[in-house]
Nanobody, 115 residues
């Protein structure tokens, strides 16, 4: 079992920045990927960025060159640096881990981009 807790969301003006953090606890072996997803109101959940174990980091085209995903494996932390943010990126952001043939989600953290 893996438990995930996101933090760092909030209200930010267009062009601003936020850093999301995901803290993982529980069994950490057999992890195949760590990533961030988001779901805007009325839309499906979509991939933002993902780090496959032993593979290359991938980003959604819409966030390339603006968002950076990184992780501290020793501390079981996953980060998402977002800069600059756009109003259309208002969404609930979720941490995701795939391990042992299952996937785990956090409860999400709200990011609101508005002036």
């Amino acid at each position: 079992q893996v438990q995930l807790v996101e933090s760092g969301g909030g209200l930010v003006q267009p062009g601003g920045s936020l850093r999301l953090t995901c803290a993982a606890s529980g069994s950490s072996f057999s992890i195949t990927s760590r990533g961030w997803y988001r779901q805007a109101p009325g839309k499906e959940r979509e991939l933002v960025a993902i780090i496959p174990s032993g593979g290359q980091t991938n980003y959604a085209d819409s966030v390339k060159d603006r968002f950076i995903i990184s992780g501290d494996i020793a501390q079981n932390l996953l980060y998402l640096q977002m800069n600059p943010l756009k109003p259309e990126e208002t969404a609930v952001y979720y941490c995701n881990i795939r391990a042992g043939g299952r996937q785990y989600w956090g409860q999400g953290t709200q990011v609101t981009v508005s002036s």
